[in-house]
């Protein structure tokens, strides 16, 4: 599986991952024209892709889906709850566009197994993926408040982690963002926090050279360098180090992150620019 972290951030989220014979979007929360343009940058088509498939219904999540799905015949895999918000703010889709994915179900894409698994987050029943290739795996756990053990044990033993990296509490708590604003971002239906996430990583981990992307930072809230840090020291805690057990890697809001192929089981992760 090769894949690429195109968008992540509180401006908007997007995934690419593809296979020898599969090619999937996960969440378009740009403009369509964006999304194509980051596409673009990691060597894919929006032509050429199978699926689209959401998490959640927020903005951030979906604001290109139609406009994609229209302008390609894309189908869109969504759960039934999800689709119920959808259905207003998508514009109009063909039924046989509309699929239904319902949480805990496991759907192929070619030879990309997708298993989705529950969130605990504002929305109406959001998601998380877990993709396997083989004996490869990649899980996308981002929009949630908190990591319940469940999660925990859908993830483990993954090669690549996309995982939330929201905020800094204390960043937080001191900004701008209205009480019922911060009081929902640190809930159990928010997102998570630089040391949730380190926390639950360190449970999580195995040691064994996995590679870790740090998603969904706040704009407002949180710094690249700060999310990094503070997630680097907790793991250490852990007995991971940097580089040694582990990989971290940076998101960004405007640029995809290199395509990255999984070698092996464990093993980690090589480059691939993907042209």
């Not at 918000?85 to 514009?91: D, I, K, T």
């Not at 925990?152 to 090669?159: A, E, L, P, Q, Y």
């Not at 708590?173 to 949730?196: C, E, F, Q």
Request: overall charge negative.
């Amino acid at each position: 599986m090769k894949f690429s972290v195109l968008a992540s951030g509180s401006t908007g989220n997007s995934f690419f991952i593809e296979s020898k014979n599969s090619k999937l979007l996960v969440d378009a929360g740009l403009s369509g024209k964006q999304i194509e343009k980051l596409l673009e940058e990691v060597g894919v088509n929006a032509a050429d892709l199978d699926a689209i498939l959401i998490t959640h219904e927020h903005s951030d999540h979906i604001k290109g889906v139609g406009v994609l799905a229209r302008r390609y015949q894309l189908p869109i895999y969504a759960n039934s709850k999800t689709w119920e918000q959808l259905e207003r703010q998508l514009g109009q889709i063909a039924e046989d566009q509309r699929l239904i994915m319902e949480v805990g179900e496991t759907v192929e894409f070619g030879n990309i197994k997708v298993e989705s698994y529950g969130l605990s987050h504002d929305a109406a029943e959001p998601m998380g993926f877990c993709f396997y290739e083989g004996e490869a795996k990649v899980s996308l756990t981002t929009d949630l408040g908190y990591v319940s053990q469940r999660i925990k044990d859908t993830v483990r033993d993954s090669d690549a982690y996309i995982f939330e990296s929201n905020h800094d509490v204390e960043m937080l708590r001191m900004g701008s963002y209205p009480w019922n604003t911060k009081r929902r971002i640190l809930s159990d239906v928010g997102h998570l926090s630089n040391d949730a996430a380190g926390e639950a990583l360190g449970d999580i981990l195995a040691g064994k050279g996995e590679t870790v992307y740090l998603a969904h930072l706040s704009k407002e809230n949180n710094m690249t360098e700060l999310a990094r840090l503070t997630v680097k020291n907790i793991l250490e805690e852990y007995g991971f180090y940097e580089g040694e057990d582990i990989h971290l890697m940076d998101t960004s809001p405007v640029h995809p992150t290199a395509v990255q192929e999984i070698v092996r089981k464990g093993s980690g992760m090589t480059g691939n620019n993907g042209k």
